[in-house]
């Protein structure tokens, strides 16, 4: 399932994300409006949720994060755009 979180995700939906891959979640987060999709098997299908939400994809980027370790990893397909300067999977740009 993939929810759309804009305030603090809370331990259910964590739990409901988890349900794709058990360890980790897909996230996509709109930098812009501060909201992240997560939960599902892609990136881009949690992309796909902030769009028809009324994000703009220049302002969205995937990662993934793993409730065990804490940790982020900022690597996903959608962060590919030679358009944004941005030629790698990894989020280049540290702002």
């Not at 994300?17 to 709109?30: C, N, Q, S, T």
Request: aromatic fraction near 6%; include cysteine; charge should be negative.
């Amino acid at each position: 399932m993939i929810l759309i979180i804009r305030d603090r995700a809370t331990k259910a939906q964590i739990d409901e994300m988890l349900e794709a891959h058990g360890f980790y979640i897909k996230l996509a987060v709109d930098i812009e409006h501060g909201i992240l999709a997560g939960g599902g098997e892609l990136h881009a299908d949690c992309e796909a949720v902030l769009l028809e939400d009324g994000s703009t994809q220049e302002n969205i980027w995937g990662a993934s994060w793993n409730p065990l370790t804490q940790e982020v990893f900022y690597e996903s397909l959608i962060n590919i755009r030679p358009r944004q300067n941005n030629r790698s999977m990894e989020i280049l740009d540290p702002a």
